[in-house]
């Protein structure tokens, strides 16, 4: 006569659970590993993309001009959800800071740039903001940089820097939009040199790429 093995729940509990929290996770990770496989070549793709304008810019091949507009119509393909995963963009903004409609900022680097070329011709920033808060209008010398919103909204504004005076810049205002998450807008000498960005959501985030020195 076969012994039937008598388990209380707790015991029961005690050994199916763990296979099932460990099957689970597999599953996640097989997930996760496929996500990351699909989403990573269209990603890389675009980074090599801005790697290479970024080259031909440093060595004269492009102006200021031909790159915004080649950078724009690059960025107006991204698929920010890709771009999110490549830059481990949850993992980054869990470590900044946003209390009291606050303001952070951080450079990426090392894995969260893992999909962008070696070596690559631009560097890469992570803003974040409270509602309100603001990066300040300002212009740039010899600078060409981009600003891709990633979440929450923006109201952007730029203006042409039509000479320098003594007390300032001679300005005319060139871009008063509001920009949700995909929207990008870039800087150089010769178009939209000054720019001033107000977040107009909690918890709204900025990617800033500009030309490495």
């Known amino acids: 006569m076969t012994r039937r093995a008598r388990w209380?729940?707790?015991?029961?509990?005690?050994?199916?659970?763990?296979?099932l929290a460990l099957a689970a996770l597999i599953e996640s990770l097989v997930r996760a590993e496929a996500l990351a496989a699909e989403l990573a070549p269209a990603t890389t793709d675009v980074l090599a993309q801005l790697d290479a304008l970024c080259r031909a810019a440093r060595r004269g091949a492009i102006d200021g001009l031909d790159w915004q507009r080649q950078l724009e119509a690059l960025l107006a393909k991204v698929d920010v959800a890709a771009l999110l995963a490549a830059i481990r963009f949850d993992a980054l903004a869990s470590g900044m800071s946003l209390e009291a409609g606050g303001r952070a900022e951080r450079r990426l680097a090392g894995e969260t740039m893992a999909a962008a070329p070696v070596d690559a011709a631009?560097?890469?920033?992570?803003f974040g903001f409270g509602a309100r808060r603001a990066i300040v209008p300002h212009g740039h010398d010899s600078t060409l940089s981009a600003f891709l919103v990633l979440r929450g909204e923006f109201h952007v504004r730029h203006y042409e820097r039509l000479h320098d005076a003594p007390d300032g810049y001679v300005i005319r205002p060139t871009i008063d939009r509001i920009l949700g998450p995909g929207a990008c807008t870039t800087i150089s000498d010769l178009r939209d040199n000054i720019h001033w960005f107000t977040a107009r959501s909690e918890g709204a985030y900025l990617l800033n790429v500009r030309l490495a020195a």
């Open 122 to 126: 631009f560097d890469g920033k992570l």
């Open 8 to 19: 209380s729940r707790r015991a029961l509990a005690a050994r199916v659970l763990p296979g």
